[in-house]
DNA sequence: AATGGTATTTTGCCTGA
DNA sequence: TCAGGCGAAATACCATT
């Protein structure tokens, strides 16, 4: 499958951007921009330090606001007294902003003398394992950031322990299948998530877990898609009846009322009539039929409210759930 | 006040270009 | 990825009990 290809991409990546130089030998020196005239009256510019600007010595025309020099600072210093911010600019695009260490090719020593063979060996294998362990490290942590990532979310919809493992298992198989390649870590832990909170017929719904969640609705489910593509996990459509529990004790029903309501939605179910319709809006229905037989005195409006639907939904729904329980006797 | 009926609008999903 | 079609749901309004 193509993502055991990608995987074996990322790695292959890795190495050879970790070989590119780091930083730049030759600082560009920062005296360039004042000796450019000023475009103004083509006079001598000249640097202010203190206010960062550089500005025309003849008509004070501020030709460049932000001076900025993001070279070692030590290049442009005469004496090599404070090295406190002497390093590589940082870089975003690594997942260690460029920090890490990287040894260089070729087969000289630091003064440019050639190595041994000896030596040469023992450089090249240095220069594997540190590769490797870069790259595994960089594996570890953006594993890491993921599964904070789930458990903030699983904290904040208050799940279950079972479900965060499960959830963290489903995202690390997510990972190491290369499915997170090209989006963020978030998406694939909020997919994972979701995931399994569907396999679980936990009643939760996009907007649940996309409100917990960082990233925008769009990658969520698209990341979601690929997720139980690539895993080939089983989800079954949202079932009616998982809402019903959550909705009748919110309500104060009692026990025979959710029995009455699941066995509706059981029955309704078997005639495919749930099929392409709001689970939520099944269940509300099924909760307002059950009321009718048990005679518990919900309005339609009351079980609307707690069911997040609106009474006309409950009105299209709940006949058919009264057809269905005629049938039953 | 709760419910039922209905016309209209909004919304979400699917499909084909 | 986008427009457009389509069914479902929401919204608005009125009638009935």
Redesign the pocket.
């Known amino acids: 499958m193509w993502a055991v290809g990608g995987a074996g991409d990322k790695q292959y990546m890795s190495q050879t951007t970790s070989q590119q130089p780091r930083h730049r030998t030759e600082p560009e020196p920062t005296t360039d921009d004042t000796e450019r005239p000023c475009p103004e009256c083509n006079g001598r510019t000249r640097e202010d330090p203190k206010r960062g600007e550089i500005v025309c010595e003849d008509c004070s025309l501020v030709v460049s606001e932000t001076v900025l020099d993001r070279g070692p600072e030590r290049h442009d210093r005469d004496d090599d007294s404070d090295r406190r911010r002497v390093g590589a600019p940082t870089t975003k695009r690594f997942h260690d902003e460029g920090l890490s260490t990287v040894i260089g090719g070729g087969d000289c020593d630091a003064n440019g003398n050639r190595m041994s063979a000896r030596k040469q060996r023992r450089m090249r294998r240095l220069r594997t394992w540190n590769t490797r362990y870069v790259t595994q490290n960089a594996r570890e942590r953006a594993l890491q950031f993921g599964l904070s990532e789930l458990d903030r979310m699983a904290s904040a919809l208050e799940l279950s322990e079972t479900i965060r493992e499960t959830a963290s298992v489903v995202f690390r198989r997510a990972h190491s299948a290369g499915v997170q390649r090209g989006r963020s870590l978030e998406a694939t832990a909020t997919a994972a998530l979701f995931a399994t909170v569907r396999r679980d017929g936990i009643p939760l719904t996009?907007e649940d877990v996309a409100a917990t969640s960082r990233i925008d609705r769009e990658s969520f489910e698209r990341a979601y898609r690929d997720v139980v593509r690539e895993l080939g996990l089983e989800i079954s459509p949202p079932d009616p009846a998982d809402h019903v529990p959550g909705l009748v004790s919110a309500l104060d029903g009692s026990d025979a009322l959710c029995q009455r309501a699941l066995s509706l939605v059981d029955r309704v179910k078997a005639t495919d009539y749930h099929v392409?319709?709001?689970p939520?809006?099944?269940a509300a229905a099924a909760v307002?039929a059950a009321t009718l037989i048990e005679d518990e005195g919900?309005?339609?409006?009351?079980i609307g409210d707690e069911a997040?639907?609106?009474?006309?939904?409950i009105?299209?729904?709940?006949?058919a759930m009264l057809e269905a329980w005629r049938e039953d006797r």
């Open positions: 996009i392409g319709k709001h939520n809006g099944l307002y919900l309005t339609q409006a009351e997040d639907i609106s009474v006309v939904t009105r299209t729904h709940y006949t």
